[in-house]
Nanobody, 116 residues
Framework: HVQLVESGGGSVQAGGSLRLSCTAS????????IAWYRQAPGTELEFVSY??????????DSVKGRFTVSQDAANSTTYISYLQMDNLKPEDTAMYRC????????WGQGTQVTVS
């Protein structure tokens, strides 16, 4: 099984930056490749970005040019994905969650981002 743990959320003023982390561990295959989603209260879950095991990336139009996703290998079974979020807007306020791209049943618990 793979475990995913997000960190790095917080409160920031509009125009500011945050960097979220998602540590995926416990399984060589499932830990490699992370997708990011977000959900604001009363709204549906929204895709934000992904980075696949081979390094390809994709972004939602709403964050393109402002968010950057990356991934590092900590060891053979642990990968850390980073979501660098710049020029944050109030509409970026949400709970951000990561998910394994290869083993899509596995999600993290989430980290809250609030932009005022």
């Amino acid at each position: 099984h793979v475990q995913l743990v997000e960190s790095g959320g917080g409160s920031v003023q509009a125009g500011g930056s945050l960097r979220l982390s998602c540590t995926a561990s416990g399984d060589t295959y499932c830990s490699n490749g992370i997708a990011w989603y977000r959900q604001a209260p009363g709204t549906e879950l929204e895709f934000v970005s992904y980075i696949r095991a081979e390094g390809s990336t994709m972004y939602a139009d709403s964050v393109k040019g402002r968010f950057t996703v990356s991934q590092d290998a900590a060891n053979s079974t642990t990968y850390i994905s980073y979501l660098q979020m710049d020029n944050l807007k109030p509409e970026d306020t949400a709970m951000y969650r990561c998910r394994s791209t290869r083993c899509s049943d596995y999600w993290g618990q989430g980290t809250q981002v609030t932009v005022s």
